[in-house]
């Protein structure tokens, strides 16, 4: 009798553990798949993997003896051990046979009030494959600087979305910076590969016409734009954690992560190195959500409902338009958008 309450007693504690085996044999499977190049050598690792996280849960349920166990036991936990220390060789590198869209390091140089930025990105997009390089060094200034935009562009229904920033400054010049995966020549994005170390990251700057119009014209995502309400103090704050944050990368490359360091969450970690009380949301993991939070905060342009700036800000019909019209791009999109200056519509 006390024999069979003791196992009713340690049932419980078997299932969780179980469950976590179950798990972690499961994230296993995942990295494998995503990090293993060479097929042959993957399927082998993903048998001799998962027989082992396997034999783990069915020695949790009792029915082999305590020998066996004991020897399952062990032997998930070496296998364990092989994949922590496999994993750990994974490391960032910046020396790889990068897609052509992201093969150049943004630097970025600051001499005062005056910002001398290497690389940045004026593609001419005619398609998503038919495209014209460009690799620009421009200078900004700082004192000229007037303007921060937050860009959404949705790619695969309502909750996500990829998220940019657009810089204005006096004289119409725009600059647009994104955190992106850096993709290899071989690569396409992945989220799944995303948690997975499957992809370094890398921070563009981009003329509108090239980062903006590919997804609005190029690709046909549905991109919105909306004035952020920021004074010029922290608009300029804003700007150079951004050069602060390309300059780094380029020192020392990191791991893109789908959760964790992706382009809405740099936004989010840089507006609260100028704003330190920012609140932890749900809408910082559903991007496509994440002007709505801006919203909250009384970060977007105030007298009106988020739905009518979401309305106004939709740019797909302007951006298209201004292709068939020959008119400026940055200007043409921005036409009704609420708080964008009057001189910067009508030149």
């Known amino acids: 009798m006390n ?11 078997r299932l969780v553990i179980g469950f976590a085996v179950l ?15 060479q097929p042959a050598i993957r399927l082998i690792a993903l048998v001799l993997w ?8 069915v020695a949790l349920t009792g029915l082999p003896g305590r020998a066996a166990r004991n020897l399952t036991a062990a032997v998930f936990a070496c296998a364990v051990a092989i994949l922590a220390v496999w994993w750990s060789t994974l490391q960032p590198s910046h020396h790889r046979l990068w897609a052509d869209d992201v093969a150049q390091l943004l630097e970025a140089r600051i001499d ?3 910002v001398y930025l290497k690389n940045v990105r004026n593609f001419e997009w005619r398609s998503e494959t038919d495209y014209t390089q460009r690799w620009e060094s421009r200078t900004y200034d700082l004192n000229r600087l007037r303007s921060a935009d937050l860009v959404l562009s949705y790619w ?15 004289g119409g010049e725009r ?7 850096r993709k290899e020549r071989h690569e396409s994005f992945s989220e799944v590969g995303g948690f997975f170390r499957q992809f370094e990251q890398i921070l563009v700057a981009a003329d509108e016409r090239d980062i903006v119009r590919t997804r609005s014209n190029a690709r046909g995502e549905d991109v919105y734009l909306y004035r952020l309400q920021m004074d010029q103090a ?50 910082l993991l ?32 302007r951006a298209l338009a201004s292709d068939a019209s020959g008119d400026d791009f940055s200007t043409s999109i921005r036409q009704g958008v609420p708080g964008v200056r009057t001189d910067e519509v009508h030149p």
């Open 3 to 13: 024999r069979v309450r003791q196992k009713s007693r340690q049932l419980p504690v």
């Open 23 to 37: 798990l972690l044999t499961a994230w296993g499977v995942l990295a494998l798949w995503h990090q293993v190049p």
């Open 50 to 57: 998962t027989a082992a996280g396997l034999s783990m849960v």
């Open 112 to 114: 005062g009030d005056h």
């Open 156 to 170: 695969m229904g309502p909750h996500i979305a990829h998220t940019l920033v657009s810089f204005g400054f006096d």
């Open 175 to 181: 600059v647009v910076f994104s955190l992106e995966i």
């Open 234 to 283: 922290n608009v300029r704050a804003l700007f150079l954690e951004y050069l602060h944050t390309a300059n780094e990368l380029r020192d020392t490359p990191r791991f893109y992560n789908t959760l964790t360091s992706n382009c809405t969450t740099i936004v989010f970690e840089l507006a609260r190195l100028i704003a330190p009380a920012l609140p932890m949301d749900y809408r």
């Open 286 to 317: 559903l991007s496509g959500h994440f002007a709505e939070y801006v919203y909250d905060l009384h970060g977007l342009t105030p007298g009106h409902r988020y739905a009518e700036l979401q309305a106004l800000g939709q740019i797909n019909e």
